[in-house]
């Protein structure tokens, strides 16, 4: 078994083991794995919920696809192409210059860096899975129905500016663009194991950076639990969605426009739930 096999196999279970506290802490008084047993039991007697988790998948399907089928590259060539071989990261930087390297230099520390690395790797894959069964075992047909619409949302919103507006990470951009001898962002998750970005990269693309979709689905989540009944569920959900937003600065992954922008779209798509799911809202919301 190869280094980054363990790897992946790691992020597996830590992933599973994440998700399962993190429906104990949003439905106190379960069992987490029970709770895991009856979802998966009603989807597989449900064609409609099916659909519904074949939705879901497509949409990770095709981001992967669109990363293996050199998609983006292509587009991002075609972009350089029209723009004297660049994209538009030296616009980012130009607006921003060095405050992030400064700023990664001044905090970072192991510890930090392993926290915000298992947000960012770990936790933040688990929150619109664990969202859906909190929803779905409460009985919240609107709450469920915002998970999945704002997911659809953000994903649209920012998939035509990966396509129309390459911008590359920061760390890659310090690594390929910027002067050595100055500041410079890296890439911390190297601190903890340099495989851990090499697997992630199956499902992101180097230069898929504004808007930053962790931060604006990490914003929707935490906006739409807000509609939990669950306190553990609700602090839970925003502890991690303004970790979310910390880590992909700190890591060297985004830039400060692209988390402005993230923010946009993470309020903006849960607006546009919150009105789309209102003919699943009960009674009381309903009058409300």
């Known amino acids: 078994m190869t280094d980054l096999d363990i790897v992946r196999w790691t992020e597996t279970v830590l992933g599973i083991v994440t998700g399962l506290a993190l429906l104990h802490i949003a439905l106190p008084g379960t069992r987490p794995w029970r709770v895991l047993g009856r979802a998966f039991v009603k989807t597989v007697r449900s064609r409609s919920r099916l659909l519904y988790l074949a939705a879901f998948f497509s949409i990770l399907l095709f981001n992967y696809l669109y990363l293996v089928w050199e998609i983006d590259d292509r587009c991002t060539r075609w972009i350089g192409s029209c723009n004297g071989g660049r994209d538009f990261t030296h616009l980012i930087y130009g607006i921003e210059g060095d405050v992030l390297a400064r700023v990664q230099a001044t905090i ?3 510890p930090l860096t392993w926290y915000l690395g ?4 770990i936790a933040f894959p688990c929150l619109v899975s664990v969202a859906i069964i909190v929803f779905d075992h409460l009985g919240d047909r609107r709450g ?10 953000n994903f649209l919103f920012v998939l035509p500016f ?11 951009y310090y690594k390929q663009s910027v002067a050595a001898g100055g500041p ?3 890439m911390l998750l190297d601190d903890i194991h340099p495989k851990i970005m090499v697997a992630y990269r199956v499902m992101s693309g180097v230069d898929n950076c504004f808007p930053s979709f962790h931060t604006s689905l990490a914003v929707t989540l935490a906006l739409v639990a807000l509609h939990g009944a669950s306190r553990g569920f609700r602090i839970s959900f925003g ?11 700190y890591l060297g992954v985004h830039w400060i426009c692209d988390v402005t922008a993230g923010l946009a ?5 849960y607006v546009l739930a919150r009105w ?6 009960s009674p009381e919301e309903s009058h409300g």
Do not use: N
Not at 162 to 172: D, L, M, S
Not at 239 to 249: A, E, R, Y
């Open 162 to 172: 990966y396509i129309a507006f390459p911008v590359r990470e920061t760390f890659v």
């Open 184 to 186: 410079a962002v890296h």
């Open 144 to 153: 469920l129905a915002m998970v999945l619409i704002g997911y659809v949302v």
């Open 265 to 269: 779209v993470g309020v903006l798509s």
């Open 239 to 249: 502890i991690l969605g303004i970790s979310t937003v910390l880590s992909t600065m």
């Open 118 to 121: 298992f947000v960012y790797v």
């Open 276 to 281: 789309l799911s209102r003919r699943w809202a």
């Open 108 to 110: 970072a520390c192991l």
